[in-house]
């Protein structure tokens, strides 16, 4: 039993991991993007962005996920997800994408805003370039400033994934609730939360180890 | 002919007019102290002349060529803006050191940077690049800062901050180098050194602009003083005798204050 729980785990986790790297892969960009445009000096786009990142901060992720899988296929008729598992996984991701790239984005700017705008300044009194400015000097300064609440932020991200269990994702715990459901056995959820710790455990030292290299400077 | 010549410089944040009609000349190889008041407007005097602030009015001239006219705005490319600008070089009140990099790499980066641009970059690389080292460990030894090369801004002092800042602004060559209140952070056991380094900085004949607090080390240092209020120049003339005998009712009553502190 013990082997054939941990193999129906281990293929829950196979589809949280791709929802993690995706959504990951996909959100950090996407929320520098909205970081740098809401912390820039264009009025009418900071605008758009709030409101947007107020929107999505300010409902459910599990009710945009149920919006993103069920709504175009409402909408237009037919369902744009194929109904197999890479759909399910690909509206996750969608969903996931857009809500924690506001989350980033928030993170974004205040490390955007959190560097001195000296430092801005004195790149520019030096002759060097917007982008010379900001990949030289500004972007390693706001890396270290957005660490800590970034990993904090990610580690949300992996029991988050949780949620694509409402879309029928079969990921993790999705997995470990199938025993219960099927062999009427609770173990296995208990089993489920090891995975979850073993994932969150590693990510922590990650993020340590990332923190300890940014400690050479303040 | 004068290196520097600002005309009839004027500048407003919205209607608060910080900046009144300025006009006043640099010779090569001169140094100038700017005196005054808070909110005399003497750093966004020095941040016009960096292109960190627009001039609402008036002109500015290097080596006889307009690098600024606010008569004839032109759409400006970041290059041009950026070759403009290495005329000019600024020691902030606050450093702004780049902390993630050691004194060396601070003082190295924008040459490196420039150097890119070069057309025997990618066939000189090494040669260049270690020429800029040389130069940048050069500058730094300049400042007393030999041993310190590799420190991060972190570990060096208030002081010794202050010198990398002045050696990172020295190594585009400039040529003119704008303090402004580079003693004004420190403690009062660390302006020293600084004042020594812009001294020996003024003895070899670099064309300066210092704003200051130090009436002592204006009168001693510059060739030429500038007195500022409210946005205007009240008085400008020869260093000593701005100190020693100003012609201003305003500029004595300004002075008195020092004198008796
Ligand atoms: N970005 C800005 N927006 C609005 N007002 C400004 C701005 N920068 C400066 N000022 C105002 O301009 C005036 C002159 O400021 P400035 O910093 O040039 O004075 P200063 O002579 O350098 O003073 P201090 O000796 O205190 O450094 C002040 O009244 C200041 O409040
Ligand atoms: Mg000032």
């Given at each position: ?5 941990t ?6 986790l ?5 929802i ?7 959100s950090?960009?996407?929320?520098l ?8 000096r ?28 069920y ?5 237009l ?45 004195a790149?520019?009194v030096?002759g ?67 995975f ?23 | ?43 966004t005097l ?24 606010a ?26 050191l ?37 130069h ?57 050194e ?5 001294r ?7 064309t ?6 130090e ?20 008085e ?5 005798q ?17 004198s008796?502190?």
């Amino acid at each position: 039993m013990f082997g054939a729980v941990t193999l129906e785990l281990m293929k829950g986790l196979w589809t949280t991991i791709q929802i993690f790297l995706l959504t990951l892969i996909f959100s950090l960009p996407l929320g520098l993007i909205l970081g740098v445009g809401s912390a820039g000096r264009w009025k009418i786009l900071k605008r758009v962005i709030q409101v947007f990142v107020w929107i999505i901060r300010g409902t459910p992720l599990m009710l945009q996920l149920i919006i993103i899988f069920y709504g175009p296929g409402l909408w237009l008729g037919h369902n744009i997800w194929s109904g197999n598992e890479a759909g399910r996984i690909t509206a996750t991701v969608v969903a996931f994408v857009i809500n924690y790239a506001c989350y980033f984005s928030v993170i974004f700017r205040g490390g955007i805003e959190g560097v001195p705008v000296g430092q801005r300044e004195a790149g520019q009194v030096l002759g060097m370039t917007k982008s010379q400015i900001f990949f030289q000097i500004t972007l390693l300064q706001m890396v270290k400033r957005v660490v800590p609440p970034m990993s904090n932020e990610i580690i949300t991200l992996v029991k988050d994934t949780s949620l694509a269990r409402i879309i029928a994702a079969y990921e993790l715990t999705f997995a470990g609730f199938s025993f219960m459901k099927s062999a009427g056995i609770t173990w296995p959820l208990f089993y489920t939360g090891v995975f979850y710790l073993a994932f969150i455990g590693i990510l922590t030292l990650l993020f340590n180890y990332i923190e300890k290299k940014l400690d050479y400077f303040r | 002919m004068a290196i520097l010549e600002v005309k009839n410089i004027g500048k407003h944040f919205g209607s608060t007019e910080v900046l009144k009609d300025v006009s006043f000349s640099l010779e090569e190889g001169n140094a100038l102290a700017i005196i005054g008041s808070s909110g005399s407007g003497k750093t966004t005097l020095l941040r016009c002349l960096n292109f960190l602030e627009k001039p609402s009015q008036g002109e500015i001239l290097v080596k006889g060529n307009a690098v600024f006219d606010a008569s004839r705005p032109v759409k400006m490319s970041e290059q041009e803006l950026r070759r403009k600008r290495l005329h000019f070089g600024l020691v902030f009140q606050a450093f702004h050191l780049f902390p993630q990099y050691t004194a060396l790499e601070n003082v190295t980066l924008a040459e490196k940077l420039l150097a890119q641009e070069r057309e025997d970059f990618k066939s000189n690389k090494k040669q260049i690049l270690e020429e800029i080292t040389e130069h940048g460990n050069a500058l730094l030894a300049q400042m007393g800062l030999a041993d310190r090369a590799a420190h991060y801004p972190h570990q060096l002092s208030g002081g010794q901050q202050q010198r990398v800042a002045i050696a990172r602004a020295l190594a585009l060559k400039p040529d003119i180098l704008c303090f402004d209140e580079p003693t004004s952070a420190l403690d009062p056991e660390l302006t020293g050194e600084v004042l020594k380094v812009i001294r020996g900085l003024a003895e070899q004949k670099t064309t300066m602009i210092i704003v200051t607090h130090e009436m002592a080390f204006a009168r001693d240092v510059a060739d030429q003083i500038i007195f500022m209020d409210e946005g205007y120049i009240v008085e400008q003339g020869d260093a000593k005798q701005v100190i020693d005998n100003p012609k201003e009712e305003r500029t004595r009553r300004f002075l008195s204050r020092y004198s008796q502190g």
